[in-house]
């Protein structure tokens, strides 16, 4: 049981995180999404947007990508109010996978245009 939820439960629920992200990322210009609408897209599992259980949720989806040689998708789930960018938990898991953080929002902006450019061409599986 991931952090107390049932596997089948987990499992579909990134199912449905990923359709969701994959479909923001290939709308024309591309489109992020507050955690709390995020987790509100969710039906598989109920979870709160302050849940530290979302991040790991999320670190799992994104290094799936980035294993399967796809940009880091969750760079879409963005704070509501304040930055608008991702919260701290992307730029570390995208530090442990090797990228470059000296400048955060350079590094948001290139990968959300990996992302958006990923999805909406012809790379898409």
């Known amino acids: 049981m991931p ?11 990134k199912a449905e995180a990923l359709d969701v992200l994959r479909g923001r990322a290939s709308r024309r210009y591309g489109q992020t999404i507050s955690y709390t609408d995020f987790v509100g897209s969710l039906s598989a599992i109920r979870i709160d947007p302050h849940d530290m259980r979302l ?17 880091l998708l969750t760079v879409l789930v963005v704070h509501r109010h304040g930055d608008l960018m991702p919260g701290d938990g992307f730029f570390e898991i995208a530090d442990q996978l090797g990228f470059n953080m000296d400048d955060r929002e350079a590094f948001w902006v290139a990968e959300f245009n990996r992302v958006t450019d990923f999805w909406r061409g012809a790379n898409r599986p």
């Open 3 to 13: 952090y107390g939820f049932d596997q089948a439960a987990w499992d579909q629920a």
């Open 55 to 71: 991040s790991h949720f999320l670190e799992e989806i994104v290094v799936d990508e980035h294993r399967g040689g796809r940009p």
